[in-house]
């Protein structure tokens, strides 16, 4: 009897086998590995598995405890409902890559020491490439290679400041980062590139709108939310991260108002939402970091369920900007309410899964007497019911009717979203059940009526703000720039501008060399050229002349 | 499916009946917040009844106006902004 399988092992010794599957072996193979990796994921039970020594190193590939095991319960969740929602793809690289990026990001969060997790941090960015790059268009190509570089520049950070750490505490454990200097802010920085913290965030709202429909869904889920888990467990207590996570909840906030985009507003709001547990982590009090925890868990489950729903729409209408879109309600009335049950759990409303775990960040910033971060994070929250709760749906299901008739989306994508939707309504109503899986135990009632009525109160009549200002909240036809626009546009023109000051300086020097030379030929020619002073034939009088001179002075200086 | 599609276009038949509900119940959670007494008071604004409903509607006519005009300043840009970097080969 084998003690301890690595689920990440079954994910990705499965996933070897679907290039030789296809119909409906495939489909069942699919739903089996994810199953499996599931049931070994809930019988997993505190310790320390896996450990070895490696070029001196003691490393552990399977460190279980309660935190580890928030975050791989819901990424074992997700990617069953993943896989269904994937059911109807024939493309079997997507399905490897998404497994296999399962897998590196169950790695991450089970690595107990530095080195495993470099090892699958690097393998989650090979991996999910590919779930961008198998849209198979020249602009997700593009995406995806600058998805890639920024993940290759956060890699070598992270494995710059494995090998400081190991140098100066001689452990590669991966537990709280205690040291100061050059190791803590470059694993620091690493963590915050995954985590999509401004300003190192754009490649995140730049890539995740051009994957595929259904590798969204696993991106959507796992990138940002490892580097959540990664920041808890290693930097709890950072102050500069309240501040970042609070920026970060309303950037993208701004940026969801400008997008048109519709899985662009929500790659948006992704960084908005983990931006308030990037602020918990860095409260580090018991209540933040359970909340940070909780967050996540709930995120994952409801940000899936609205990139499922708005992939849906693109996958039936081909259509994936609010300019194009609207009316669709008649026509996809299951996708319209399934993403609405979506749209009330990110928006945190009362019953709706968000409401238990985002009210819990919320509270930690009030109970840790922090009142501009307070006010900012409920701000945030207006705003993503602004735009996720009311502005995508209203435009792409209500509003003008844009002449789209689209079929339902099918079965296998309806299912996977009602499993997701039914576990944001649970866990909204019966919140004890994801409070008892928390890292600590929670001391947190959310369903208080003082909580309860505020909510209310701020999410509808952000609701009456929106239809008030209807007329200037859709989409428009454009889009917007980033801090992505420093490496694809900046760069270009630093690139352009540095091209045209070398050719102006080479031609300057070209000119000064020829002007100089030309003007240095002219005065030899002058002298030595035909009729130049110097080149004349002198008559033999003036040389007797000359030594008549020369003597003449002789006879003066000379003799004496 | 049919039958939600249905009952969907009956609830936007009625929109303007579902809007006055929708007011008198926010008008009410705004009553309710003024009568009951808050739990307890950290801040300035906890004892203002409706702070919630007012915070609410300023946020989100702030973040609509503050961003719009940031994208009409600076972050606006033509759909084919970046597409001479993308090469069809």
């Known amino acids: 009897m084998i003690e301890w399988i690595h689920p990440s092992l079954v994910l990705i010794v499965g996933s070897l086998l679907l290039p030789f599957l296809n119909g409906r072996a495939r489909q069942a193979w699919m739903l089996i590995v994810p199953g499996i990796t599931l049931a070994l994921i809930l019988n997993l039970t505190p310790g320390e598995y896996g450990q070895f020594s490696f070029l001196g190193l003691d490393l552990t590939v399977g460190r279980v405890d309660q935190l580890a095991l928030v975050f791989a319960y819901v990424f074992g969740i ?4 993943g896989a269904i929602y994937a059911l109807h793809v024939g493309d079997w690289i997507q399905h490897v890559a998404g497994f296999c990026y399962g897998a590196s990001a169950l790695g991450v969060v089970l690595a107990g020491d530095l080195v495993t997790l470099y090892v ?52 590669v454990s991966f537990d709280q980062i205690e040291i100061g200097g050059p190791a803590f802010y470059l694993i620091l920085i690493a963590f915050m590139i995954n985590a999509a913290v401004p300003p190192l965030h754009a490649w995140l709202a730049d890539a995740y709108p051009e994957a595929t429909i259904t590798g969204a869904i696993f ?23 309240v501040w970042l996570g609070a920026i970060m909840a309303l950037y993208g906030v701004v940026y969801a108002v400008l997008a048109n985009d519709i899985r662009r507003l929500l790659a948006y709001h992704i960084i908005s939402q983990v931006g308030y547990m990037v602020a918990g982590v860095g409260m580090g009090t018991i209540l933040a970091l359970n909340g940070a925890a909780s ?55 009362p019953l709706f899964s968000g409401f238990v775990s985002k009210t819990m960040v919320v509270e930690a910033a009030a109970a840790d007497y922090r009142p501009v971060i307070f006010l900012m994070l409920l701000c945030a929250s207006a ?17 003008k009717d844009s002449g789209l008739r689209p079929k339902e989306a099918p079965a296998n994508m309806l299912i ?5 939707a039914f576990l944001c309504i649970f866990i909204g109503v019966y919140p004890a059940a994801l409070y008892a899986i928390l890292p600590d135990p929670v001391d947190y009632n959310a369903y208080t009526i003082g909580h309860v009525l505020k909510e209310l109160q701020l999410l509808l009549f952000t609701g009456l703000g929106f239809f008030i200002l209807l007329k200037h909240v859709g989409g428009e036809a454009k889009i917007s720039a980033d801090t992505d626009w420093f490496y694809r546009a900046g760069g270009k023109r630093l690139v352009a501008t540095l091209r045209n000051g070398v050719v102006a300086t080479n031609r300057g020097i070209g000119n000064l060399f020829q002007v100089t030379w030309s003007r240095y030929v002219a005065w030899i020619s002058q002298r ?8 004349r034939s002198w008559p033999t009088g003036t040389m007797a002349l000359w030594a008549a001179i020369l003597l003449a002075v002789l006879l003066v200086f000379g003799v004496r | 499916m049919k039958a939600l599609s249905e009952l969907l276009q009956f609830m936007v038949r009625h929109g303007r009946t579902l809007t006055w509900i929708m007011l008198v119940i926010m008008a009410g959670l705004v009553i309710a917040d003024l009568l009951i007494e808050p739990a307890y008071i950290r801040y300035p604004w906890d004892g203002i009844g409706g702070f919630g409903a007012l ?35």
């Open chain 1, 295 to 349: 967050h996540a868990f709930t995120h994952i489950l409801y940000k899936s369920l609205l990139f499922m729903g708005a992939g849906a729409v693109i996958y039936m209408t081909g259509k994936s900007k609010l300019t194009e879109l609207g009316g669709l309600y008649k026509y996809m009335p299951l996708t319209f309410i399934l993403y609405m049950i979506g749209g009330f759990s990110i928006s945190a409303f």
């Open chain 2, 55 to 89: 915070y609410g509607f300023i946020s989100c006519v702030l973040i609509i106006v503050v961003s719009k005009a940031l994208g009409y300043a600076f972050l606006y840009k033509p759909e084919d902004y970046y597409d001479d970097e993308i090469r069809d080969d």
């Open chain 1, 78 to 81: 997700i990617l069953v409902i």
């Open chain 1, 528 to 535: 030595y050229g035909k009729g130049g002073r110097l080149s």
């Open chain 1, 416 to 420: 996977a979203m009602g499993i997701a």
């Open chain 1, 383 to 399: 705003g993503t019911f602004l735009h996720t709760g009311l502005k995508l749906p209203w435009f792409t299901f209500m509003g």
């Open chain 1, 120 to 171: 699958f941090w690097e393998l989650m960015v090979i991996t999910s490439v590919w779930l961008i790059w198998r849209r198979k268009n020249p602009v997700s190509f593009a995406a995806g290679m600058r998805y890639l570089m920024v993940h290759a520049v956060g890699g070598v950070l992270l494995l710059a400041g494995v090998v400081i750490y190991y140098q100066t505490t001689g452990s």
């Open chain 1, 219 to 241: 991106l959507s889920a796992l990138t940002t939310k490892t580097a959540v888990y990664t920041l808890i467990r290693g930097y709890p207590g950072t102050e500069i991260l």
